[in-house]
């Protein structure tokens, strides 16, 4: 919650300087800004709730399809099961089987946890909004007086990158969902709109987005799709994406984070297994905010010259 909070303050910290140059107070723009946001992400959450409310009264329709397709499968699956030698004849098998209070009940703690830490997020986002000129002080002032001027670029580049990588993402995931979306409609996809924008940004997801922005369309095309027009979901999904990753990126977020991608590769390895999914949704912006680091400290400049693109000094090729 705590990384979440930091991509919320430095995507707001323009619209907080834009508040104070409309004399408002610092503390009073922080909290226009996040009200205004949580208002919009509040918004978004209901409409949401009631697309989803609507296709889960319509899924019933449906019923029939998928209880016949899943039939198919349990019916191969246990044919292979059958053929399967090593299985002892007359063997009873003991499942313990869980009740619906027992899944309920962890359900409903999980979820409970999620909403009680994310509703310290706007506080925390406050309060990094308004502290954030004392903590920038306060860094600088760990740095010795000749290392401030560094120390103090170097941060206003992590921050522009930062931000600029969130608001490029949210670009990219618009004009893909609004492709996926148009391209669903034609389809005639159940509620393609929704299926299109949400399959956009699950496309965002390194390696898995392509897998992932398969789903939303073939789960609520469910009893309708034919081959061809499965053919044609699958050719949308691969084709944006390669659209975004050759396209969208190198324009909108490429000459921003400058990693060559051995070293994008290489970060969403090492940060996906330390903190999971999280870690590859983070793993850019960290390496890119450590090869700024790398590129202000006289030592570490070779380093940062690997993780980018940069070119090597004259002479050191041999």
Not at 116 to 128: I, Y
């Amino acid at each position: 919650m705590i990384l979440v909070s930091m991509l919320f303050a430095f995507v707001l910290d323009p619209v907080v300087d834009f508040f104070t140059r409309m004399r408002m107070s610092r503390a009073f723009a922080a909290a226009t800004a996040v009200i205004l946001t949580c208002a919009a992400l509040s918004g978004l959450a209901y409409a949401g709730f009631n697309k989803l409310a609507g296709l889960l009264e319509e899924l019933p329709r449906y019923s029939v399809e998928i209880k016949q397709d899943f039939a198919k499968i349990t019916r191969k699956a246990q044919k292979i099961a059958d053929l399967n030698p090593t299985q002892e004849k007359g063997a009873v098998k003991v499942q313990q089987t869980t009740s619906w209070a027992d899944l309920l009940s962890r359900g409903f703690g999980s979820v409970s946890e999620v909403v009680l830490a994310g509703s310290f997020v706007p506080f925390l986002v406050f309060f990094m909004l308004t502290w954030q000129e004392h903590a920038r002080k306060a860094t600088l002032g760990l740095v010795s007086a000749e290392n401030r001027r560094p120390a103090y670029v170097t941060m206003g580049l992590i921050s522009s990158m930062i931000r600029n990588f969130m608001v490029g993402n949210l670009l990219i995931g618009l004009i893909i969902g609004a492709a996926s979306t148009v391209i669903f409609g034609f389809l005639h996809i159940q509620y393609f709109y929704f299926a299109g924008f949400i399959s956009g940004f699950l496309s965002l997801v390194p390696y898995l987005g392509v897998l992932l922005a398969l789903l939303p369309p073939i789960f609520l095309g469910i009893g309708h799709l034919t081959v061809a027009k499965i053919i044609w979901i699958v050719l949308t999904v691969f084709a944006l994406h390669l659209v975004s990753l050759n396209v969208l990126y190198p324009k909108i977020l490429g000459s921003r984070l400058r990693l060559n991608p051995l070293t994008v590769t290489l970060a969403l390895l090492l940060w996906g297994w330390l903190w999971g999914a999280v870690g590859l949704i983070l793993a850019v912006p960290i390496t890119a905010g450590m090869k700024i680091i790398f590129d202000h400290i006289e030592p570490l400049k070779p380093l940062g010259a690997w993780l980018g693109g940069d070119e090597p000094p004259d002479g050191d090729t041999r």
